[in-house]
């Protein structure tokens, strides 16, 4: 069932297009390949996959029987070849670590499950052993672990600690009369728990533990760890559990456990970070504590990078199946005398466009993670500065895209009614498995914590080497700014530019700089604001610093959100730039558009409070968003379709033109 | 394990709490039954029920074996008697309209899947027998409805129509030859669709259709239909699908039908609203045939009100299974040296602490709308304009305590980490089962927007009955009040007012009769500006008018949301006034407060475009709201166990004080 789009182009509901794109016209082909990003070839091989019903998430299964079918998937993955790709070239691989993500995003159109327990063996089990371990490890442990020989869990968190890695229990004592470590769990709450592969296939596991050694305490150290036999039953000294059924993610066998005196050779400390010696001497490249902690959890970034995109693909799949069915569905006689399409209907196209236009942003942002991460793992660009602001970089993305899937596949749901209710259009199930998305892999709340600290540092470092002259501009115009807006000062100019009229606020709000301006001025004059009171300074005790963070966690939170929105818009401005054919362009400068004015929208009252908006521009934003919003609809299945997904990848029977089948039977009849 | 609240009330961490309370502290046991409303009996007794194990759901099981599951859970549920409340008396109930609501939003805290079978067989089925019925059907139909001898769908929503009832297409067609209805089903997209008991249970349905008598339409009526024999095969002329899996729900049995010259006794019809005698003539005591569709379709406001009680309920066991484990749970050492508990970080505070002041909200509302309800529904109380009011109260009820749910098990699930993904700790699966409340029964949009029409309307008519000089006040004051706002008028009032200090105008901010007037403008020039718009005028087409509409919905429908808000903030400020004892009004108040700050602060933007908030109170607002949740801290385990759940009703791993007893032993062990 094909629909005749607005614009002419004529768009299957299967998203395969017959384009006869005029020179006046956007070209949604161009788009469309914009939107594949830097790693196309790899992209559209994975897409060409995740076709094979073999994987697909099957309904209505029990817990057992849905992890026996993904642990069968798993071998699929491994024969078709694309999960050796970030490995060395002796392990079948060609390190391209960028493309590995590509093609672990995705999975999730297969199955949630699938792509989580892929994560679990190759990004977690498999990584660690290649980034953490050296070459004792990759020779005796990597190979089994690649090529599914050993299936193993990563056992970091613990029932007692998750985001606060530091802080875990379990310890690695170093014994050298046998030269073993003797991995020990103290008390209940430092059971490892939530581990993927725990609870049935794991054999092995890369165990996170405390390393003591000559009666000192390390720090957090990896440890391969064998867990179970052959026929699955727990060595001696394992024990565990089962995590039983989720609200999500059945597919994975998440479990517990835990350690009684276990013993494992010196060797299997994965010792790239941190050694042991015989003789239980402690050395490390790199002399602080801190530093190396993080530097070892550094290597796990690549789960954040890929959950951000991976969350949006789900995001994606969500919106052209809701669009698709909000542009065959009628509901209510309208003005027309007919019954009108969903989709004409201006708050539908307020809750699915608005959430489109966060998508197109959040897809232009992942492929610049992407390039980063790419260019720090592959030691293309790997230094500390880069990696710092690449951890940071992961950090703001996973937060704002995950949060923004959920909340996307949730109106998605709801705007298909009891249609969306249904498994046979996947979307209630989609919402259930990304659901711990935004928890996990670092709780989004904790990360963005992160990047507010790094805000208020590199605020802090503008200040120290601006000079004194330097940090008075910096502070006046910043945060004394807020004083000196609060009479008016701000607004004013505004109105002066505008020329007071709503024409000129609608304009200079399309105006990209002034835009831009707008969104830096949210982080800029938050953390300005915070960071006065966060300053240690004398006779001020920790604990009463302690106190005052926590007054402003929440604004720096916010801080944060708007930095990672920040740098969304961004993404999709350099988008907007790079492409050259100037009615394409305008299409996408639009939903650029309608990205910064929902995200601005949003946040009024803060620029209202701070005086950084006049109220002309203010009430104009919304104004020029329900106008944008209006100029986007004809382009909606387009700019859906151009994520490029099929039949095979959406599988929803509302997205196969059923709908419009049974509507035009209707009008038929009537 | 018991947590010494900072109080100094001893409160478990099952609910059930050891009180010896000072005159001058809050009184939790007050709050506590003030909170179980007006059918406390009723709903202690209905908690009594739900502690049964056979009425829990069970995880992990098959779609067909939850299905069977809930139906045998439905006689266990009849055998209590309980549900014969609302019936006659010779069908073995009271009348108790209200308590009956009562004892249904009970049976979420067991499952969600047996609330909603319950409501399809006795609150849609049995109910629109009794209804919509006469005595003929109450002497055939009732009781064996009622007594589970005949399972019953309610067959109203088809897959082409949801909420618009009134276009269903399904037709019914009287045949005076041999004085029976002809049911027909024109095409496929007039199938009965979600339809519950209908996959599996269901031997007859209520079926909806275009009554047809003497080549004339007389508009949507209810057939008493049998749809399959006693062996479970469809009747002749009968057939029909499964809905299959759901994201949620799954013990409900939703299938779909249609009809191909099904044939039913001219007594079939239920007749109370429309009869048709046997040589085809139509009557009814309605003459108008939409006020006889709005009177037919009013007969089922209970089903908005009851699912508006049934999420907040849901709700209050996230809330409280979440607080109890932010109140114990450790995480990051803080600036005390210990690790802090996540209800002491002011962001977790912020997550729970407004959401559990808007379930204290909504259960205020809740009893007002029940008794209003009741009044109308035994009698009491029942004009048109009393039903009227009371389906525009359950509409606006109904949207906002089920979207205010979902949001807050959501926030919940994720309050709690990777715990609060596991089944055991349910969050994820409460999340999904009661997902689809916010769009069945009317989806929320459209209920929003029956409110907004009403809002529009009662502007009309207080425009009109105010004479000239009145009308010209009220426009004055609220839409042309914009504009005189515009110059700054109200700001500055208020700027005055609060003498021009933070500490002022946190003080009027407490003023309840400040906070209505801010609730109360939200609505009224929001209605005032939309109002002129969309009046018919000389010369302004129909199409003309929907067009304006539709550029409008979206403000109709967030004037509509603030009025549902007004509603409750008016309904929890009856209850702090009914509050005697002073302590426990106190925290009352603060509670409300916090319910009314955050209200506000969501709305800032709107306010301070519209120059309807100053800046400093605008300000003030959100340094009140963090003040005032801080505040509230020290109360939040109280105020959670006041909601009265036990152990039996919470079932979550992660509120049985485990997570107490796990950090007492970490603790013992450093």
Not at 261 to 284: E, F, H, I, Q
Not at 303 to 313: I, M, T, W, Y
């Amino acid at each position: 069932m094909a629909v005749e789009s607005v614009t002419g182009t004529t768009v299957t509901a299967t998203g395969a297009r017959q384009t006869s794109v005029r020179a006046d016209e956007p070209d949604f082909d161009r788009i469309h390949d914009a939107l594949l990003g830097s790693w196309k070839d790899v992209r559209l091989a994975a897409r060409a996959r995740t076709l094979d019903r073999a994987l697909h998430r099957r309904d209505g299964l029990l817990v057992a029987d849905h992890r026996a079918r993904v642990t069968a998937q798993l071998q699929v993955l491994l024969d078709s070849g694309a999960v050796r790709l970030p490995f060395p070239a002796q392990y079948g691989g060609s390190g391209d670590a960028g493309g590995n993500l590509v093609a672990f995003e995705e999975l999730v159109t297969a199955d949630p499950s699938l792509q989580i327990k892929a994560g679990v063996q190759w990004g977690l089990f498999a990584a660690a052993i290649l980034h953490l371990g050296t070459r004792y490890h990759h020779e005796h442990f990597l190979a089994d672990a690649i090529e599914l020989q050993t299936f193993g869990g990563f056992a970091m968190t613990e029932t007692g600690h998750g985001s606060d890695v530091a802080s875990i229990a379990t310890t690695a004592t170093y014994d050298p009369a046998t030269e073993e470590f003797v991995i020990d769990t103290p008390f209940r709450a430092a059971w490892k728990d939530y581990i993927g592969n725990a609870a049935v296939d794991a054999r092995a596991a890369v165990v996170f533990a405390q390393l003591v050694t000559a009666g000192q305490r390390q720090g957090v150290h990896a440890f391969y760890t064998p867990i179970r036999d052959a026929a699955g039953a727990f060595l001696a000294g394992v024990g565990g559990e089962d995590d039983g059924s989720k609200s999500g993610l059945n597919g994975v066998d998440n479990g517990r456990l835990h350690f009684t005196g276990v013993r494992v050779p010196r060797a299997n400390l994965l010792n790239r970070y941190g050694d042991v010696a015989p003789d239980g001497t402690y050395s490390s490249p790199i002399a602080s504590q801190g530093r190396r902690f993080f530097t070892m959890l550094g290597t796990l970034v690549q789960g954040r990078v890929s959950l951000a995109g991976a969350a949006n693909a789900g995001a994606k799949i969500a919106l052209q199946t809701a669009i698709v069915y909000a542009e065959e569905r009628r509901q209510f006689v309208g003005g027309s005398g007919r019954e009108e399409v969903l989709l004409d209907y201006p708050r539908h196209q307020r809750r699915l466009l608005t959430r489109l236009a966060g998508v197109y942003a959040a897809t232009y942002t992942q492929d610049e993670l992407l390039l980063d991460f790419h260019a720090v793992f592959t030691g293309a660009h790997d230094t500390d500065e880069s990696r710092q602001e690449l951890e940071n970089f992961a950090a703001a993305a996973k937060a704002e895209a995950t949060w923004h899937a959920l909340d996307t596949i949730q109106e998605c749901r709801e705007a298909c009614g009891g249609a969306g209710f249904l498994a046979e259009n996947r979307l209630g199930q989609l919402h259930a498995d990304l659901d711990v998305y935004a928890t996990f892999e670092g709780d989004n709340t904790v990360l963005l914590q992160l990047v507010g600290k790094r805000l208020l540092t590199q605020y802090g470092k503008r200040l120290a080497t601006a000079g004194p002259a330097g940090a008075a501009r910096i502070v006046a115009t910043e945060a004394v700014g807020a004083a000196a807006a609060s009479a008016g000062v701000t607004a004013l100019a505004q109105r002066i530019a505008d020329g007071g009229t709503g024409a000129g606020a609608a304009r200079a709000l399309r105006d990209p700089a002034v835009q831009e301006q707008i969104l830096l001025e949210r982080v800029e004059v938050a953390v300005a604001e915070i960071a006065p009171a966060l300053r240690p300074a004398p006779g001020v005790s920790a604990e009463q610093l302690a106190a005052r963070f926590g007054e402003h966690q929440h604004a720096l939170i916010e801080a944060a959100r708007a930095d990672a929105r920040l740098r969304q818009w961004r993404a999709f401005t350099r988008a907007v730039e790079r492409e050259t054919h100037a009615p394409t362009r305008a299409v996408l400068a639009l939903v650029r558009d309608v990205f910064a004015m929902q995200v601005i929208e949003r946040e009024l009252g803060w620029y209202l409070v701070r005086r950084r908006l006049s109220v002309s521009r203010a009430k104009a934003v919304t104004r020029l968003l329900d106008a944008l919003v209006r100029r986007m609809r004809p382009h909606a299945l387009d700019l859906a379709a151009a994520f490029g997904y099929e039949q095979g990848h959406l599988r929803a029977a509302i997205a196969s033109g059923a709908e419009a089948d049974r509507q035009a039977e209707a009008a038929a009849a009537r």
